[in-house]
């Protein structure tokens, strides 16, 4: 027993010590550690361990007035393959072998731009070399296409054993198109630069944010990213943009500038009390023939207003008593000579006006009888002229949210840094030697629509944080009236005969459905150091005003430049594009709804409406809701045919990726259907779709672009 004993206290004795001799080396490797390698190790750990990485903060969005996302980022991403894993070469690189056939074919099928041999010879030399970096796509793609990609053969295993590496880079994404583009502005490819041009550049500091700070470790041979100071995201952007009325804007302007192969062509639409700018457009024809915005030349093309000047010129005769509205000015054949220089009316190949009241001269616009009556009042002391348009703000330059922009250009007769001859006074009264963007013509009418009072355009209603106003913007005045009272009377009158008025140039303009008072303009442009006369003839055509005429709501300028296609006309073809521009936004505004309007008569409609092909569930709800027959074919996609009696429909024939015909489509439907087999769509125009220019039944690859053309 006691034997036993003894060799229990024995093995207890033992383990003691070996527990003791552990301890004891534990606690000097850790003295080793502390004390002796301590900067060695430190020194490890520093190679492994980066710090003050920069964390970008998500750029601030851009909103229309009614809170509709008009510019946002969203993350894309570069995808690479690091063929060096190790797990791809275990057991004789088994996991890699099996699987690089399947993974080239989803590749292929996927991305589109390789075929599955490709993609597998790229695979197999990658893996040969030991890439660590194998670019499988040379564009960026979505978080959608990411997580299709992740979840291919080889990829779903994960980083560590596939070697997927995604590098993420962000991209300024505008939801609208061309909507307000330049307005709303663009950033730079390398987005640390921020803000290039538009509201993207003015509000650049508000919208780019703070950056954070983080440290990256190797830890259990992966890298971790630990966050020490957190990124603040930018501010956002409450623009004064409504996308109703910037839409509708827009198609009118380009439609006419189509129509009339225009170089350029300007449209703003301001709200009148406010000053809030609804709508403004930059249009410009590209070297394909297609327009787009390339600058915001609304507020920086310091161009001669032409006609569209004369009713300034009218507002400093009547306001300091210098001519009456009634008097009679002898325009005789049209021609007349100021100072050795013949000024022609429009007409005079007709012979002319002959004897036109002052009113009359604006009505028609005659070039000289304005010119007449400015020179008969102000001929002897011109300054008075220059100084009563600079009593009306017309020389001041505003602070605009759009950098570029550029302030008027009147010239004084005393400042010896421009030249001032006898022929400058009557062709400045008509709109010639002076330079003024388009968005202050706009803001001159308006203060005429706003009872005189001058305001400033303004693009931004407030700056938001977390959908909180932490700034707002609100309208400012900068002269509380530009004329009297009685002169404003007068030409509010003036302004309707223009349209309404026997001699009016703008009958065209007039709407039944809304009453506007405008003036036309149409210039020559000069071509540089040309001139007028050798540079060839180009013209620029202009319509400015307001609606409803009764009650001024929004204020509207339209220029359109170097038309090449018919006679150049402001009435006719700027005019067109302002009657087109009010007749939509009074119509967007209305407040008559579905339930206040009341059909004709209690009987049938004798004619189906026309109804646009595509998803037959879709077509089937509206019929059922508005009673109109639907008969045909009861597949899920349809062409439709609308007769006096009925709306039939036939089906969309659907071969396996084989690309369907889309005639008759909605650009919704017609985009759902090309998503689906993975093709990427450029739309042209508004409607339905007349053409696409891969024939149906044409075989569909991925990644393929395919262009609509919707009337």
């Known amino acids: 027993m006691a034997g036993k004993r003894d060799s229990i206290v024995l093995r207890f004795g033992i383990v003691y010590f070996l527990i003791v001799v552990l301890f004891l080396f534990i606690v000097g490797r850790i003295v080793v550690l502390q004390y002796i390698e301590r900067d060695a190790w430190l020194a490890v750990a520093a190679k492994s361990k980066k710090s003050d990485i920069i964390v970008k903060p998500n750029r601030g969005n851009i909103y229309s007035c009614d809170g509709r996302l008009m510019a946002s980022t ?52 990658a893996y040969r070399e030991g890439k660590g970096e194998l670019l499988l796509y040379p564009k960026r793609i979505s978080y959608e296409q990411l997580k299709a990609i992740k979840k291919m053969p080889l990829f779903s295993l994960g980083r560590n054993k596939s070697g997927l590496i995604t590098k993420e880079m962000f991209r300024r994404e505008k939801p609208f198109g061309s909507l307000a583009s330049r307005t709303i502005g663009d950033i730079y490819a390398d987005d640390s630069k921020g803000g290039k041009n538009g509201l993207e550049l003015f509000f650049n500091e508000e919208l780019i944010g703070t950056p954070g700070i983080s440290v990256r470790q190797k830890v259990a041979n992966h890298f971790e990213e630990t966050v020490q100071v957190e990124p603040i995201d930018g501010l956002d ?3 004064t943009i409504d996308l109703d009325m910037q839409d509708v804007a827009e198609k ?102 002959n004897d036109l009241t002052l009113a009359e001269c604006i009505h028609a616009s005659s070039n000289v009888g304005v010119s007449m009556a400015v020179v008969n009042a102000f001929g002897s002391n011109p300054s008075e002229y220059v100084e009563k348009l600079y009593k009306m703000g017309m020389n001041e330059k505003f602070k605009l949210e759009i950098p570029g922009n550029a302030g008027p250009k009147i010239r004084h007769p005393k400042d010896k840094a421009s030249y001032w001859s006898k022929t400058t006074l009557p062709w400045m009264s008509i709109g010639y030697e002076t330079q003024i963007p388009p968005i202050y013509t706009l803001a001159y009418y308006n203060a005429i629509a706003n009872k005189g009072k001058l305001i400033r355009p ?39 005969g223009v349209l309404e008025a026997p001699k009016g140039t703008a009958h065209g303009v007039h709407s039944k459905h809304v009453r506007i008072a405008g003036k036309t303009g149409t210039a020559q442009i000069s071509k540089g150091a040309l001139g007028y006369k050798t540079g060839g003839k180009s013209y620029q055509v202009s319509f400015c005003g307001y609606f409803p005429a009764d009650n001024p709501q929004y204020t509207c300028v339209v220029v359109i430049r170097e038309p090449k296609i018919g006679h150049a006309s402001g009435g006719k073809m700027a005019g067109s594009v302002f009657k087109s521009i009010a007749e939509g936004v009074i119509a967007l505004k209305s407040n008559l709804t579905a339930e206040t309007l009341k059909n004709d008569s209690t009987e049938s409609y004798p004619h189906t409406p026309k109804v646009k092909s595509g998803y037959r569930n879709a077509l089937l709800k509206v019929s059922n809701e508005l009673k109109l027959p639907l008969n045909g074919s009861t597949a899920n996609w349809v062409h439709t045919q609308s007769n006096e009696q009925v709306l039939r429909t036939s089906p969309i024939t659907f071969n396996s990726n084989r690309l369907p015909d889309l005639s008759g489509m909605g650009a919704k439907d017609a985009l759902f259907l090309l998503g689906k087999l993975g093709l990427r769509v450029q739309v042209s125009g508004r409607g339905k779709v007349i053409s696409q220019n891969i024939s149906p039944g044409t075989a569909a690859r991925k990644g393929q672009q395919i262009k609509l053309i919707l009337e």
Not at 92 to 116: C, E, H, I, P, Q
Not at 270 to 278: A, F, P
Not at 473 to 484: A, G, L
């Open 237 to 239: 952007i409450l623009t």
């Open 252 to 353: 009118a302007l380009v439609d006419s500038m189509r129509s009339y192969d225009a170089g350029a062509g300007y449209a703003i639409v301001m709200e009148v009390q406010s000053g809030e700018v609804k709508a403004i457009v930059n249009m410009y024809k590209n070297e394909n023939g297609s327009y787009s915005e390339n600058k915001n030349g609304a507020v920086s093309d310091q161009v001669e207003p032409g006609s569209t000047f004369k009713t300034f010129s009218l507002i400093a005769l009547l306001d300091d008593g210098k001519a009456n509205i009634t008097e009679i000015l002898q325009t005789g054949n049209g021609v007349h000579d100021f100072a050795g220089s013949k000024m022609n009316d429009w007409n005079a190949n007709k012979g002319g006006f």
């Open 458 to 496: 303004f693009f931004v209603k407030a700056i938001l944080k977390n959908g909180e106003k932490i700034k707002e913007f609100s309208t400012e005045t900068i002269r509380e009236s530009i004329c009297k009272p009685s002169t404003l009377k007068i030409v509010h009158e003036v302004l309707l």
């Open 74 to 125: 969203i993350p894309t991403y570069y995808i690479y393959m690091d063929t060096r894993v190790p797990a791809l070469h275990n057991d004789g690189g088994k996991l890699f072998t099996t699987k690089v056939d399947s993974l080239a074919r989803s590749l292929s099928a996927f991305l589109g731009n390789r075929s599955s041999n490709d993609y597998k010879t790229l695979l197999l030399r």
